[in-house]
């Protein structure tokens, strides 16, 4: 897995597709963010600073408050690869958060997205 090229992306300009890919499956743009806030320990206040200040994907995790302790329940393939077994970990945090936006879009519950 070599796309470092994602690590440079916006954050804001793949946000936007993660709440089209969520609505176009029923879903809304707050499962989106309750998401993020789980899984960064953003809050809605300094996701919406990280989104303004378009901070690289790098950065967005560099500063997420606290990633979340059970990320390790997230398990599965995501691009064709398994996300517990991705080893950059950056890389890894990204492919998190694609997964469970994967499932949120897929109409899981989100007692389980959330791994409650």
Do not use: H
């Not at 320990?41 to 901070?55: F, I, R, S």
């Not at 517990?84 to 989100?110: H, T, V």
């Amino acid at each position: 897995m070599k796309n470092t090229r994602i690590f440079g992306m916006s954050f804001a300009s793949v946000y936007p597709l993660y709440i089209q890919k969520a609505e176009k499956k029923g879903r809304t743009k707050e499962e989106v963010d309750e998401i993020i806030f789980w899984l960064t320990g953003y809050d809605e206040a300094t996701l919406q600073q990280q989104l303004e200040n378009k901070v690289d994907f790098e950065t967005f995790f560099a500063q997420a408050p606290k990633l979340n302790p059970n990320v390790s329940l997230i398990t599965g393939v995501i691009c064709g690869y398994r996300v517990e077994e991705i080893e950059d970990k950056l890389m890894q945090k990204i492919r998190y958060l694609d997964k469970l936006i994967d499932e949120l879009a897929k109409g899981k519950a989100m007692e389980k997205i959330l791994r409650k």
